[in-house]
């Protein structure tokens, strides 16, 4: 590998060349927010319970049905209703108002606008897996390596190649990243892959992406690279859609293997969170090897403010990576990846940002021929 210039601390870091998209601001630590602090275990099980029984679907459904209502369409004791209600209420979860009861506006959102079951398979996967895994965080940052992946049983130090030894967690798993990614493509639909005819999508899971790729532009083929250990959950996605004629599932290491070369266009979706800084310059530069002049990189994940103050769910959700999925990851800063893709030889990129719920962004980079000689 290259001796790179990657700063890996947020306070040593090159300046961006880029505008950050966000302005800065710092939460005041409240009575409140402390107590989500010490307890914050306890806020996700109402959450979570919360979804599994149906309480923010049927009020949504009905609004304003009050306690008794509530309890005869739960089929919950006095008791669990009272505990259930006053954490639902005091998490702002559900609004109370003349005895009666209505999910809060966000939620709301989530249910009416048809996320609700991605909302919940995210849900599920944060229970399943994410939250044994992060007991091991204190271990995992003294260690700097995956100390939580000894949660799920199996060989191998990364979370994908033991799933395949946990078919239930697998599932779990899978279900999660197909709802997570679901979630992003509306960010997907913004790309101008500029008439691209074949994409190599890096690390495609279940295919989801390059399904709906091959969905929205009806001259592409993509190729999917996948560990053996997952390629068959891309196969049998591919061999039941439409567009299996389009799409076909490379099953290799995409860090040892050759990748195909001569591609428009290489997605990395969901990828570059996993791994080191310096791993993922490896894996930026095969993709500029394998891109033809002028074809486009796209980086589709969560984003963290180039600042490093957030935003909330870029660093909660780092925790995870930290602790779980491989030795190295967490949701970088949109700087870093244009840190690493400035390394990898790339020279032009933009970034596209959302808005919605989920911190995701999309960073675009063009391969310009670069000069004979070494990398930057
Ligand atoms: C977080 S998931 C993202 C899946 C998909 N890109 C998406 O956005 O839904 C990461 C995927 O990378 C795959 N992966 C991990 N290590 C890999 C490797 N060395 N070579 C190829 N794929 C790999 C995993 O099996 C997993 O399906």
Not at 53 to 61: A, H, I, M, P, S
Not at 126 to 142: A, F, Y
Request: proline share 5%.
């Amino acid at each position: 590998m290259n001796a790179l210039p990657i700063a890996d601390t947020f306070a040593s870091r090159e300046p961006a060349e880029l505008p950050s998209l966000h302005e800065a601001s710092q939460p005041t630590l409240t009575n409140d927010r402390l107590a989500l602090l010490l307890m914050g275990h306890a806020a996700f099980q109402y959450l979570h319970v919360s979804c599994e029984l149906g309480l923010f679907e049927l009020l949504v459904r009905r609004p304003a049905l009050d306690r008794a209502e509530i309890k005869r369409e739960l089929g919950l004791a006095d008791r669990a209703m009272d505990i259930l209600l006053l954490g639902t209420t005091s998490l702002g979860l559900l609004t109370k108002r003349d005895e009666r009861y209505t999910v809060t506006p966000l939620i709301t959102e989530i249910v009416e606008n048809g996320q609700w079951k991605h909302f919940t398979d995210v849900v599920a996967f944060e229970h399943e897996i994410v939250s044994e895994g992060q007991r091991d965080l204190l271990g995992s940052l003294r260690s700097n390596t995956n100390e939580g992946i000894r949660r799920i049983p199996g060989e191998g130090n990364s979370l994908y190649r033991r799933l395949a030894e946990n078919p239930r967690l697998q599932e779990v798993f899978y279900r999660y990243m197909r709802s997570w990614s679901e979630l992003a493509h509306e960010h997907l639909a913004k790309i101008n892959l500029g008439g691209a005819r074949t994409l190599l999508d890096c690390g495609g899971g279940d295919a989801v992406n390059a399904l709906a790729l091959a969905a929205m532009h009806p001259e592409l083929q993509v190729t999917i690279l996948e560990i053996p250990e997952a390629a068959p959950y891309a196969a049998a996605a591919v061999a039941e859609s439409p567009h299996s004629d389009r799409v076909s599932v490379h099953e290799c290491d995409m860090f040892t293997a050759d990748w195909p070369t001569g591609a428009d266009c290489v997605l990395f979706a969901h990828q570059l969170v996993i791994w080191t800084l310096e791993e993922n310059v490896t894996l930026l530069s095969k993709a500029y090897d394998a891109l033809a002049d002028g074809g486009q990189l796209v980086i589709l994940n969560s984003m963290s403010h180039d600042e490093g103050d957030g935003p909330l769910f870029a660093a909660l959700d780092s925790a995870y990576f930290a602790s779980m999925p491989a030795e190295g990851g967490m949701i970088y800063s949109w700087a870093q990846h244009e840190q690493c893709l400035r390394a990898a030889g790339f020279t032009e990129m933009r970034r596209v940002s959302g808005d919605g719920w989920t911190p995701h962004g999309v960073i675009v980079a063009t391969k310009r021929q670069r000069q004979a000689g070494p990398r930057p």
